[in-house]
């Protein structure tokens, strides 16, 4: 499973770049960032960090526009992925914009066969909000499963991201269920690293060390 981070933050984008595939954005993270930079100049800088695919997304919400705002944003690194909201006038644009050879991400997807109409259209990516289904009493993994396997089964190109993750279980289970790419927010990413046996483990091997001669 290709490992993406979530965020906007430049700083954490460098600390955790030898390890991430790739950088999904929303105008949330980009606003919570608080930077200085101008979304453009944001996108151009997370682009030459990573070299994989930078998730970034339009905000009009009629196709046309959403396919003309989508061609200046690509247009700012070959690595970069359009975000389009999943609506009726979304798919129409991704539709388009996967003829032109521009890559999409149908962000917002919380049900399968959202992900389905989205594959359908030439989505490169789906990205299923498991966190937020979760919050609502749902189970978002068991929308990753199906569209996963949805997916498979008429052998679309498309691939499903696991997104909105809270906790490192989240990632656990969308590695399980097949699904493409988790993007993963920076905090989690630190928590999946840790174990306290391996911290006790250290701190044994070190005094241990320190005990035998040279
Ligand atoms: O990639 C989508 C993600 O950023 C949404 O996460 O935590 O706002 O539900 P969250």
Do not use: W
Not at 44 to 70: C, R, Y
Not at 91 to 110: D, E, W
Not at 139 to 149: F, I, L, Q, S
């Amino acid at each position: 499973m290709k490992i993406f981070l979530d965020t906007a933050d430049i700083d954490q984008i460098r600390k955790y770049s030898f390890l991430i595939d790739g950088v999904t954005t929303n105008p949330s993270l980009i606003a919570k960032t608080k930077t200085e930079y101008s979304f453009e100049d944001l996108i151009s800088e997370i682009s030459k960090i990573v070299p994989g695919p930078i998730s970034a997304e339009i905000i009009s919400l009629e196709s046309n526009q959403m396919v003309e705002e989508a061609q200046k944003i690509a247009g700012i690194s070959q690595n970069i992925v359009i975000k389009v909201p999943m609506t009726m006038e979304g798919l129409k644009a991704t539709k388009r914009l996967s003829q032109m050879g521009i890559k999409t991400n149908v962000t917002l997807i919380f049900s399968a066969n959202q992900a389905l109409l989205a594959a359908n259209c030439g989505a490169t990516y789906v990205s299923v909000f498991v966190g937020r289904l979760d919050d609502i009493g749902h189970n978002g993994m068991e929308v990753v499963r199906d569209a996963v396997d949805i997916i498979a089964r008429y052998n679309y190109s498309t691939q499903v991201i696991t997104a909105s993750i809270r906790h490192p279980m989240h990632v656990l289970s969308a590695a399980k269920a097949g699904s493409h790419v988790a993007t993963i927010p920076p905090s989690v990413i630190e928590l999946m690293s840790k174990h306290n046996l391996t911290d006790a483990g250290l701190e044994q091997f070190l005094q241990d060390g320190g005990k035998i001669q040279s």
